[in-house]
T-cell receptor, first 117, second 113 residues
Framework: ETGVTQTPRHLVMGMTNKKSLKCEQH?????MYWYKQSAKKPLELMFV???????ENNSVPSRFSPECPNSSHLFLHLHTLQPEDSALYLC????????????????FGPGTRLLVL | KNQVEQSPQSLIILEGKNCTLQ??????????LRWYKQDTGRGPVSLTI?????NTKSNGRYTATLDADTKQSSLHITASQLSDSASYIC????????????FGAGTRLAVHP
């Protein structure tokens, strides 16, 4: 296990629902990330938090709302999603955000498989 | 445009055989290149990290090479095992004072008995 857990592992929701994805890291890291992984496409970085401050937001639609209450927990709140938002959502953490040197690596959680109907 | 292209998209080999996966990138300025293994239903796990000055790096049966001149990297898997069945993702990290990770789409490898 990598020390990064995600819940739920699978989620099915309608376009009018509100749900939240949870990520927890037990590694004492300072940086946490949300990624979207669609079939046969590269991972897309969505958000980055460093020491509980959002440091990057890659033009993600407002229907995705991240929250980082402390350095160990990261949430992704979902509302009024579209079917094209169906994907695997991966959380990751690393010791620090800046810089990501060769000694630095990201540890990924198992992901939440999301299906929007 | 910063891009990472991986080939082949998918590959099937027999257990015990060797294989080589390719990664070509147009990322600049370059900091380092990573190979990740992603098992089905799991998150990616780092295999190797290579900087500009490194040509080869091994991790067990996995050997990564890097040619910074041609901007190409390869991941060679020796004596494949069934557990090697996974997606292998090439990631290039930009330097220049900020962190930017450029991901390839991955190569899906299936090892058959």
């Amino acid at each position: 296990e990598t020390g990064v857990t995600q819940t739920p592992r699978h989620l099915v929701m309608g376009m009018t629902n509100k749900k939240s994805l949870k990520c927890e890291q037990h590694l004492g890291h300072n940086a946490m990330y949300w990624y979207k992984q669609s079939a046969k496409k590269p991972l897309e970085l969505m958000f980055v938090y460093s020491l509980e401050e959002r440091v990057e937001n890659n033009s993600v639609p407002s229907r995705f709302s991240p929250e980082c209450p402390n350095s160990s927990h990261l949430f992704l709140h979902l509302h009024t999603l579209q079917p094209e938002d169906s994907a695997l959502y991966l959380c990751a953490s690393s010791q620090d955000w800046r810089p990501l040197l060769e000694e630095e690596t990201q540890y990924f959680g198992p992901g939440t498989r999301l299906l929007v109907l | 445009k910063n891009q990472v292209e991986q080939s082949p998209q998918s590959l099937i080999i027999l257990e015990g055989k060797n294989c080589t996966l390719q990664c070509n990138y147009t990322v600049s300025p370059f900091s380092n290149l990573r190979w990740y293994k992603q098992d089905t239903g799991r998150g990616p796990v780092s295999l190797t990290i290579m900087t500009f000055s490194e040509n080869t790096k091994s991790n067990g049966r996995y050997t990564a090479t890097l040619d910074a001149d041609t901007k190409q990297s390869s991941l060679h898997i020796t004596a494949s095992q069934l557990s090697d069945s996974a997606s292998y993702i090439c990631v290039v990290i930009l330097s220049g004072g900020y962190n930017k990770l450029i991901f390839g789409a991955g190569t899906r490898l299936a090892v058959h008995p």
